[in-house]
């Protein structure tokens, strides 16, 4: 299990290796992703509290990178944090999410993006539910649901 410790730690020291990577230009995810799957995944964008699909989602199944099919999250580990935005308290391996320390706008977080194409995620935060102590905090135009069948 992945702890707040091990957040830093990665953010500091650097991340785990991904199972493998995926790299294209700008123009190429242009051709792949919606508008608004561009602004947020590529350029690290953020949707506004409460408008995202997937906030509401409870379906069983898996939450994968929208860019490149990454499994990221297990629907088992969602939770709702009254954000306004999906979050969980695991990633579904450890090496799945890349972590970076985020010091825009006047305050210092933790970055959380797609480990195998670096896409833009949202951010990590030690106020979750135990036993982790972690609340991913995602965008819903970050990832697409695959539901269990």
Known sequence: MITWKDVI????????????????TA??????????????????????????????AHDAGQYNCVCCDTPLFASTIKFESGTGWP??????????????????????RVEVMCNTCDAHLGHVFPDGPEPSGLRYCINSESMTLQIEA
């Open 87 to 108: 979050s969980f308290t695991q990633p579904i391996k450890e090496n799945a999410i890349k972590y970076h320390k985020d010091s825009s706008f006047g305050m210092v």
């Open 9 to 24: 730690s990665y953010s500091v020291n650097g991340n785990p290796e991904p199972d493998k990577r995926v790299e294209k």
């Open 27 to 56: 123009t190429a995810w242009k051709e792949i992703l919606s508008p608004a799957q561009f602004k947020i995944t590529r350029n690290k964008g953020t949707e506004a509290p409460h408008s995202g699909a997937l906030c509401s």
